[in-house]
C-alpha cells in the first residue's frame, strides 16, 4: 500500500471555496516513506480545508526543469477544489 508524504509549504494558501487557510499538505506524489517533503519536490500535494471541508488539490501548471524546482513558488501550482 502507497504511503502518504507530508509537504511543507512556506507560503500562506487559502482555500479558494471558503477562505480559510490551509494546513496540513499531503502527497501521493512522492516516495510514500511518511516523510515531509518541500511543496517544490513534488507535481502535486493537496490539503482538506479545516473550515468546508473540502479537499483542495495543487498541481504544477507547467513542466519545470530539475535545476529550477528551488525558483517555485505556489503561484506556479494551480489550485482547485475536488470532490473524492
Ligand atoms: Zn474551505
Known amino acids: 500500500m502507497h504511503e502518504i ?4 509549504l512556506d ?3 487559502e482555500c479558494p471555496v471558503c477562505g480559510e487557510k490551509l494546513a496540513n499538505f499531503e502527497t501521493k506524489s512522492g516516495p510514500g516513506a511518511q516523510v515531509t517533503l518541500d511543496f517544490r ?5 493537496y490539503s482538506r480545508c ?3 471541508k473540502s479537499i483542495i488539490e ?3 501548471k507547467d513542466p519545470v526543469k530539475a ?3 528551488e525558483k517555485l513558488t505556489v503561484d506556479n501550482y494551480q489550485k482547485k477544489s475536488v470532490i473524492y
Not at 5 to 8: K, T
Not at 41 to 45: G, I, L, Y
Open 11 to 13: 507560503a500562506d494558501a
Open 41 to 45: 519536490e513534488v507535481d502535486s500535494f
Open 67 to 69: 535545476g529550477d524546482r
Open 58 to 60: 495543487f498541481s504544477l
Open 50 to 52: 479545516t473550515k468546508c
Open 5 to 8: 508524504d507530508y509537504v511543507s
